[in-house]
């Protein structure tokens, strides 16, 4: 059973639309992270998580994004209105990012 | 700022042969971690590999060692006995501070692994 389950896994929105992207660890952990991979590009790091606040953030997690822990469990990434740029797979890690959750693969049109 | 360099795009290797794949990284830090991931066609990201700065021995996992040459900051990952299901795409990472640290990974390009019969 893996680490860390994120849903769905595959999403396809269109441009402007809100979607949310779910991480469910198996067993509690403190650190999350969510990073991005557009499509033959290397992997980017967007946010850390701990203590249910953002312990760093790159330049990529600008407004239009935020993290959530709704119900002490799940983990939410939230992009409010999507651009086709954002069209990536997405990952969330845990446990010193040794585990990663098998990616969402958005898709804006 | 911590830098990545992986600088093979692409290697083929035969099945049951030996193959590295290089990395070196570029810190200020004295205390970081190396990691390896393997990403197959499907997406998921496959953690292989952890190697600290502080580790004397290079670390090894089945199949998997880290040929760690902390003068050369290199972090080379060495697959033995290749088998068809090794065909992926390899990434290096390098966190900053030790084992237990919060920090972000840095990514290379990564490294198109094709394994031939």
């Known amino acids: 059973e893996p680490e860390v389950t994120q849903t769905p896994s595959h999403q396809v929105t269109q441009m402007g639309q809100e979607v949310i992207l779910r991480c469910v660890p198996i067993?509690?952990?403190?650190?999350f992270y969510w990073y991005r991979q557009i499509l033959g590009q290397k992997v980017e790091f967007l946010v850390s998580f701990y203590n249910n606040e953002i312990s760093e953030k790159s330049e990529i997690f600008d407004d239009q994004f935020s993290v959530e822990r709704p119900d002490g469990s799940n983990f939410t990434l939230k992009i409010r209105s999507t651009k086709l740029e954002d069209s990536a797979m997405y990952f969330c890690a845990t446990r010193a990012e040794a585990f990663f959750g098998q990616g969402t693969r958005l898709t804006v049109v | 700022a911590q830098k990545i360099t992986q600088t093979q795009p692409g290697m083929f290797v035969q099945e049951k042969e030996a193959v590295t794949l290089d990395c070196t990284y570029d810190t200020s830090d004295q205390s970081y971690g190396l990691f390896w991931y393997k990403q197959p066609s499907s997406g998921e990201m496959i953690f292989l590999i952890y190697q600290g700065s502080y580790d004397e021995q290079n670390a090894t996992e089945g199949r998997y060692s880290l040929n760690f040459q902390k003068a050369r900051k290199s972090a080379n990952l060495v697959i033995s006995a290749s088998q068809l299901g090794d065909s992926a795409m390899y990434f290096c990472a390098m966190r900053q501070g030790g084992s237990g640290t919060a920090s972000k990974l840095t990514f290379g390009t990564g490294t198109r692994l094709q394994v031939t019969l």
């Open positions: 067993s509690n952990h403190l650190y």
